[in-house]
């Protein structure tokens, strides 16, 4: 890996890190996570994060329904272990790949990110988890590849909102092969130190800072490499409002409301709303991706 990311958002530098972390409660959560990131931290304090009742109760997973809440009343059904993902495609070794047998190779590590719904509200979340591209390097991209597609669970029995059309199931995301090995493309695997809900896309979900929040596929079961730019379910649904790129992007609005401001999550009435940053954010990072692209064009 050419650079390991450094963390811009923690307060660690200013708050003791155990009284940080009883502050929200979670010291029983970690045993077992190896948060090899959980110490040291790079810059000084900007964002505070949700708490885990925010961030676990307030949720997008339409499988289960389009309500704010339905996630987390409804998820428990979903069945999660044993799980697995097929990695196929141009791959060198395409297979099913156990979760288990992927978290014994991986490196989790604490990454707290601004995220950033289309619908214009967004979180802090310190997620746990490991770099995207570790793990398509596990299966070995082959020469050639230049898309990454993602596709969700799928269960009707378990999912009471695959019983309506509101989406085409199983949801499906994508990426160019060089977002999908950015280091900031992470593979989340856990909040606060705790496995990660079902709520959030247990047991592994894709996390993609910079873009908006749709892009960030919940309870992975395929991964596929190709050489054409993968459908979207987003994009699919409706093709004007919600591009393949669908970077965060303050200066291009969508059809139906501006993306210049958020309301951040938390405080009741007393949300913030605050000003939205080119790529989230982490401009400095990402924008070299989009080198001489019309952004405007390519939303
Ligand atoms: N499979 C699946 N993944 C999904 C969604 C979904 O409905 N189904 N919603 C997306 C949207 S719109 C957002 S904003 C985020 C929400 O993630 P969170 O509930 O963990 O905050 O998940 C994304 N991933
Ligand atoms: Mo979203």
């Not at 990426?175 to 809900?197: C, F, K, S």
């Not at 247990?202 to 873009?211: E, G, I, S």
Request: hydrophobic share 40%; net charge negative; glycine share 8%.
């Amino acid at each position: 890996m050419a650079f390991r990311w450094k963390n811009d958002l923690t307060d660690r530098d200013v708050t003791d890190e155990a009284v940080w972390l009883n502050r929200r409660q979670i010291m029983g959560g970690f045993a077992g996570l190896g948060l090899a990131g959980i110490a040291g931290s790079a810059h000084a304090a900007t964002d505070e994060p949700n708490s885990w009742e925010e961030i676990t109760r307030y949720n997008n997973f339409y499988e289960f329904g389009t309500g704010k809440d339905d996630p987390a009343k409804y998820a428990d059904a979903m069945t999660i272990d044993p799980w697995s993902v097929r990695i196929d495609g141009m791959v060198d070794r395409p297979g099913d790949y156990a979760f288990d047998d992927i978290m014994a190779k991986m490196t989790v590590e604490e990454r707290i990110y601004r995220f950033r719904c289309v619908e214009a509200w967004s979180m802090v979340i310190p997620w746990n988890g490991f770099e995207l591209a570790d793990l398509l390097n596990l299966a070995g991209v082959k020469s050639g590849a230049k898309y990454v597609a993602f596709e969700t669970y799928l269960n009707k029995d378990e999912m009471r909102g695959t019983r309506f059309p509101v989406l085409d199931w199983p949801y499906v995301e994508g990426l160019r092969l060089d977002e999908a090995m950015h280091p900031l493309a992470i593979m989340a695997t856990g909040i606060y130190g705790r496995d990660i809900p079902k709520q959030n896309g247990a047991p592994l979900r894709l996390v993609v800072p910079w873009k908006y929040g749709f892009k960030s596929i919940k309870s992975v079961v395929r991964i596929t490499l190709t050489d054409r730019e993968p459908p979207t379910s987003w994009n699919k649904a409706n093709a004007r409002e919600y591009g393949f790129y669908s970077n965060v992007n303050p200066e291009v609005d969508h059809p139906r409301w501006s993306q210049a401001s958020e309301r951040r999550i938390g405080g009741g009435l007393f949300a913030k709303n605050i000003p939205t940053r080119m790529f989230n954010g982490y401009a400095d990072d990402v924008a070299g991706l989009y080198d001489g692209m019309d952004l405007r064009k390519f939303f």
